[in-house]
């Protein structure tokens, strides 16, 4: 555990050594702040489900997530340090957890700072405490999916545009599978509606804790951190 903590601290040295971090929070801030407020003053809804379910903080953090991971190893390839930190004493395992962890730690930064909405919202009304826990629970949950998509892609090249620019492409296919089940053949609906994204996200925005939501998104996260610890081994032995 102490070899994945020196990554994921080296990790959020270079995120804060550098504008990523501060751009990549400052801009989720500014959009995620418009959308509530505009939910509140033009649609005059003292809620935050707009923050969570909402089609503009769907497509948000399906760039955000790839933006914050784009870097994580395909700058490393680009600067020939991948090959050093594989010839450290540290595994696999430890330098994707460590990385990945650095991104999800980046990310609560801005979850806190959120945290301004449901305070807005207490002091207008009655705030409902366990929709709102659930829909922050359902957008960090989202977010640290398309994020572990974003290391995945990272893993895979160099270029940190084509990085970024292949996990978008996955993270909108993800949620537009949500947006089509209707048209599918009834038979295979019930897994074209697990598959997609925009239903699991749905239920943890109305304040809806299910199992299933859950599996969901560990398994596309276990999935992806095992592609990526793959993809680090097979360079190892090249």
Known sequence: MGKIST???????AYFNSPIAYVVISVFLVLSAFLFFNALFL??????RELFDGF?????????????????????RSNDTLELLLTMPVTDWDIVLGKYLAALVLFGYAMLAMGCFAVTVAWLGPLDKGAAFAGFVGLYLTTATYMAIGLMASAFTKNQIVA?????????????????VQVMPPSIQPFVDWIGVDNHIGNMARGVFDTRDILYFFSIIASCLLVSQTTLESRRWS
Do not use: D, H, N, S
């Open 7 to 13: 990554i994921m601290r080296r990790e959020l040295g």
């Open 43 to 48: 649609q005059q809804q003292a809620e935050l």
């Open 56 to 76: 503009w903080t769907t497509l948000l953090v399906a760039i955000l997530g790839p933006a914050i991971t784009m870097r994580l190893f395909a700058e490393e």
């Open 164 to 180: 970024f620019l292949m996990a978008v492409t996955m993270c909108l296919l993800l949620w537009l599978v949500g947006k089509v």
